[in-house]
């Protein structure tokens, strides 16, 4: 398949892509990307995404709303290198009535050689300390 | 349960366990650990067993063999929060032919609080990049 | 200088000393600790030592009142690796009315070879606005 | 002075200037960036910078040439919070014989408020363990 093409169904199967590069400082002495940074890498997206929705991790942790993650889980393909630069799609998925889940493929650019797929599964505890899901991510998970 | 027995328990039920203690840099703007973190924890445990059974992750790598984690599934039940002092425990299981599992259990001390249940399933590569699974492992597999 | 004297000077020459060890993830790809972890090493030290006079860098923020940093000098002096255990000493300075200096050095564990010399010069910041110094700091400086 | 005019000067007066967002992982339980992630990006700013003028970071490690910072100076002006955009400025500096020194300063964006000057003094070990000047470096810091 010509790579234009995969490109393309790529931009178009998710709700939301961010772009990043790796840097050195994120390779270990095995001398690729330590495991702990594709979270920050997947975290980083998530909450660029939920920016771009109208939701703000931050704004929500000043009024007392926490997003909490309670599951991950994650398949890595292959590694990522100093200086390689990749893409992070993100979709959306109801798991139950408190809980939705956060879909997570990792792709290398320019090639989309496949890095990590994960699923992250998350609710919201409102300032009451009870689960809760807010209508902007209810939102996300119907249409 | 009175409190000493149930530490008597945690402390039979792994082939080991490392204990440490959050530093205030591991926690985000959202008042607790980072999730991230919490592999960095994990990994630093699993990294002290296997040096514990005499396989150092260094020295595989400069003989360019590689202990790939191919799969992580994290449970997260509680947070950890600045100075929390904690144990990871750490248990083995043979996955297949190739691959084994680590089982990872986090607690808070000193009231053993759940914190994470975490199971990573990795391989080994050796220097002419097979799979293969060495004596050492191969033995924490099956006694 | 035997061994066992320069040890005795070592834990008598500063107000506090945390032990600590590398742990792998903190290595880069060229094999020794990154620069920005020595940093992470000597806020853990600071934050300890704090907490040892009864300062509480998160009750503080609790408080709004925030320590700060405003310049930090740093000499490396030689690298720590994989599984080095180490030391950081505490030692602190007055450096102007509203500003104080910890100084801190580090040294690789059991040889005492010295790793770092760090000049953290910090004022404190109340819920006001304006710089303070309060009398738990002051009376480090004075005696 | 109009914004405009305050852009071109800043980005004539580096060699090297580098664009990044603080991601929410790097901010620490008081709501701004953490210290060391400081360094963290000082580094992926340098590292750019050496690349674009054909220095390998990576490539020197696997040849067993390390650049080895000695000293590193911070300034810390104001801070960074969750979401800011900021640039790094690089240039460079001969120190004496064998040393050089990197001046690298960092710019909230859009409106360069200044946030941090920061002085790197470094020097490089070739393979066989003496302190060198490679040429690409001397050209560097001589027009």
Chains 1, 2, 3, 4 share one sequence.
């Not at 599964?121 to 996300?140: D, F, H, M, W």
Request: proline share 3%; with cysteine.
């Amino acid at each position: 398949m010509p790579r234009e093409v995969r490109f393309l169904l790529l931009m178009e199967n998710y709700r939301y892509t961010e772009e990043m590069e790796v840097r050195d400082y994120e390779c270990d002495l095995s001398g690729i990307v330590n495991n702990a940074n594709y979270l920050h890498y997947l975290e980083h997206a998530r909450h660029k995404f939920l920016n771009a929705v109208g939701i703000s991790f931050v704004d929500w942790v000043a009024q007392g709303v926490h997003m909490v993650v309670v599951r991950i889980e994650l398949d890595f393909l292959n590694s990522l290198r100093s200086g390689d630069r990749f893409v992070v799609g993100v979709n959306t998925e109801r798991i139950s009535r408190l809980r939705f889940g956060l879909l997570q493929d990792m792709y290398r650019l320019p090639d989309h050689h496949a890095i990590l797929k994960a699923k992250v599964i998350a609710t919201v505890i409102n300032e009451e300390g009870r689960p809760v899901l807010p209508k902007t991510l209810e939102s996300l998970l119907t249409d």
